[in-house]
């Protein structure tokens, strides 16, 4: 006991005789997987020397007790080893770095450093927390003996021929039961056992620790650089390795977002998206995140180019909301970064935008049903610097966010959520910078490029196949929506023209510029069958008229806090009426919010999908501009002062057709709390359409049932008191049908 302490207070390796248990099953020949054991102990408090003194018994106590319970499951005298870890934030901010103990400084240096690498700043001047110190105890035992005997002998080596990337070359075959302990073997070879084979690739070495684990070495530490010569046409190849790699820069930075973000509406429903774009601004790729995000954010990028262009500098990072200045509604917040090439020219952007479950506005969760101007709907931002010289502008952010005359009511939770995604696009520079040095500048310029070549001339061969067309769609607030498709099959392009649309409205159902053009880019993307990445590309062949000054296309202080959730989904289902393509899906996104000074929440719930010619529409899914998913019961009701009584498919909503549309689904949510809530919706009036014969989906309805069992009808966009025991009831529409039975 007092060896095992005095190794705690050193934090050290330590070697407990322990439970004989273990050793009789070495003598069966059977050994034991690893096993570890973690004690936490909390703290929060600010991190300094005297603070680590006072800790010291308790992290020796916890120290004991991860010992002790590994002790119980390992043989006697295994090799225990124990290390403690501080778990460090900035005060105010809730997501702490697990630190290695040590002084004070030096733990405050380490943290530093891996802030910076996390989220690309630091913020000198915020208190260090040391949150909680965790201590672990791990036991790295014998690997499991299997009672099968090889069929090689245990000193038998041969020689075959391997086929790496490099070429073919000849590789010794080892054993790895016969390899000594402490050998190092350079490859290629292949070193087999009774379970697995190791293949040891050219420049890689491999060393045989005491226990016979392989440790693998890249003698370089990265891969060689590729030199591609330059060329004027993509190599199919290339062409799909690049497609690949630019899609996989995106989908790490919503890796990154998802994992460092506070909010439920990032954290859980993946409300956000993010993407890499040329030096023009234009989409070269991005993940599969929300489609009305990945259409428009190239505006953002724009907008950046043109407003700070030549003053950007490396490290700087951006944020705007600005509906008329290349933003949707203001709780899309973009976060855009710039990346300098050694010449120190801005080659390439990467942009994250998360939706922000408040950023003031009129209610609570920012999507407020009434309002008549941009100034109702939240903090406008236009064109922020998050970040310069390697410095987070907090108080700057702080106060924007509070001096609005609606400010938001949660700001802790949007520095939060705007710090993951700076964090996003500080992985986005590093995962393009890994493929520009892998390369070449030049290599990956030009491939971008090709890419959005290879994009248009997809588009180009799917216009060759379409016919002009024209559709109208009317929403329940009486605007219309009205698309005019000419397609010119000998140039193989379109003029998509919404010049009868409805005129700029009074209400919040106006779509900027760029959700319109959103719309356009994702449903000619769909049209094409091949996997390409959605790109600007896909733009070139399509001349886009949206007249200044109608619903799509409004004057600055329209409100639009609509337009980019219901409007977005109207105008993709006018283009796939007017190609004769699809019927209507739900048509809407059912946009439910509530909360109070405390709480705020926002969720778009599924619908059915149209029908096709050949396919009935899927049931219960989100479709078209949205891709977001739902919060879990176990997460919602454990954030939130309420119940999910009912989430089910609303069965008999589907359009009826020889290929029927999608169902609905129905949604209750029980308040423990009273709260405001709200909803924005659309085709509670007007249902969605078919095609060729197929009948529309059933509408949808919004209702509350008060606790004493009477039941308030509510409209497509309604705000409601909601008191305890009160029940929210969304049952969303239907998708159409196609074709007459």
């Known amino acids: 006991g007092q060896h095992a302490c005095a190794l705690a207070e050193s934090l050290g390796i330590c070697t407990v005789l322990i439970h004989p248990l273990a050793g009789v099953l070495s003598a069966l020949g059977i050994g034991m997987a690893d096993v570890n054991a973690i004690e936490h102990l909390a703290v929060e408090s600010p991190l300094s020397d005297a603070l680590l ?71 000198p001047d915020k208190v260090v927390i040391l949150e909680q110190v965790s201590v672990e105890a791990i036991c790295l035992t014998d690997a499991w003996k299997m009672q099968t005997k090889s069929k090689r002998a245990a000193n038998s080596s041969e020689d075959v021929m391997i086929h790496f990337n490099s070429g073919a070359q000849k590789a010794a075959v080892l054993s790895r039961e016969a390899l000594d302990s402490g050998s190092v073997i350079s490859g290629p070879c292949l070193i087999i056992d009774e379970t697995s ?35 004027t046409v993509a190599n199919p190849i290339m062409l799909e390795v690049f497609n690949n790699l630019f899609m996989f820069v995106a989908e790490q930075m919503g890796i990154t977002l998802q994992n460092t973000s506070h909010s439920v509406n990032i954290k859980e429903r993946l409300d956000f998206s993010c993407a890499l774009f040329d030096g023009d601004g234009d989409l070269i790729a991005n993940a599969p995140h929300i489609p009305v995000h990945l259409g428009s954010m190239g505006e953002s990028v724009k907008q950046m180019i043109a407003r700070v262009g030549s ?42 935008r998360g939706h922000h479950a408040d950023i003031g506005g009129i209610s609570p969760g920012s999507m407020p049903p009434f309002s008549r101007s941009i100034i109702d709907e939240g903090v406008m931002i236009d064109m922020f610097p998050l970040v310069q010289g390697n410095k987070f502008r907090e108080h700057e952010l702080t106060t924007l966010l509070e001096s609005a005359e609606f400010p938001s009511r949660n700001t802790d939770q949007n520095v939060a959520d705007l710090k993951a995604q700076i964090a996003a696009t500080r992985r986005g520079l590093e995962e393009l910078e ?35 067309g024209s559709f109208e769609c009317t929403m329940d607030s009486g605007a219309t929506i009205r698309v005019v498709i000419s397609v010119d099959q000998a140039s193989q392009s379109a003029v998509v023209d919404f010049s009868g649309t409805s005129r700029q409205t009074d209400d919040n159902f106006n779509a900027p510029l760029a ?34 000054g109608c619903m799509l296309n409004p004057r600055y202080p329209a409100a639009v806090v609509a337009g980019n959730v219901e409007t977005s989904q109207v105008i993709v289902d006018a283009l796939y009426g007017a190609l004769g393509a699809l019927s209507s899906s739900q048509g809407t996104m059912n946009n439910f919010t509530f909360g109070d000074d405390q709480y705020q929440y926002y969720e778009t719930i599924c619908g059915g999908a149209g029908a096709g010619d050949g396919f ?16 879990d019961p176990e997460v919602i009701e454990h954030r939130f002062p309420v119940l999910v009584e009912q989430f089910a498919i609303r069965h008999g909503s589907g359009g009826r057709g020889l290929f029927s549309g999608g169902e609905g689904a129905v949604r209750k949510i029980r308040f423990l709390q009273e709260m405001d809530a709200a909803i924005l919706s659309n085709r ?52 159409g049908g196609f074709q007459s039975t």
């Not at 392989?214 to 370089?220: F, G, I, V, W």
């Not at 356009?520 to 200044?548: H, Q, W």
């Open 434 to 468: 890994r493929v520009i040095r892998h390369y070449g500048l030049d290599v990956v310029r030009d491939y971008a490029q090709f890419v959005q070549d290879h994009a248009e001339q997809c588009v180009r061969k799917v216009l060759a196949t379409l016919s002009a």
């Open 53 to 123: 003194v006072d800790l010291r018994p308790l992290i020796e106590l916890r120290s004991l007790k991860a010992l002790a319970q590994v002790a119980t499951q390992v043989a006697q005298g295994a090799n225990i080893s124990l290390s403690a870890r501080g778990h460090l934030r900035y005060a105010g901010t809730d997501f702490a770095l697990p630190i290695p103990l040590a002084t004070a400084s030096e733990m405050e240096d380490a943290f530093a450093q891996q802030q910076q690498l996390r989220f690309g700043f630091v913020q």
């Open 311 to 352: 003053n950007l500098k490396r490290g700087d990072v951006y944020a705007l909301n600005d509906p008329y200045n290349g933003g949707t509604h203001l709780p899309d917040v973009t976060v855009m970064a710039p990346y300098f090439d050694a010449a120190g020219s801005t080659s390439f952007f990467v942009a994250a």
């Open 616 to 631: 009935c529409g899927a049931s219960a899914v989100q479709s078209h501009m949205t891709n977001s998913r739902l919060t």
């Open 515 to 548: 959700v319109c053009k959103a719309a356009v880019l994702y449903v000619f993307r769909t049209l094409v069958k091949e996997d390409i990445p959605l790109n600007a590309g896909c733009m070139r062949p399509l001349e886009l008229i949206v007249p200044e």
């Open 197 to 231: 084979t190791t293949v040891v690739d050219p420049g890689w070495s491999c060393t045989v620790l005491n226990d016979k684990t392989l440790s693998l070495q890249n003698q370089q530490r990265e891969s060689a650089p590729v030199r591609l010569d330059k060329v």
């Open 684 to 735: 509670r009036l007007s249902p969605g359409f078919g095609l060729a014969g197929g009948a529309a989906g059933a509408t949808g309805k919004n209702y509350v049932i008060r606790n004493n069992g009477d039941i308030q009808e509510l409209s497509f966009r309604d705000s409601v008191k909601m008191g305890i025991g009160d029940t929210f009831v969304i049952e969303t529409p239907g998708g």
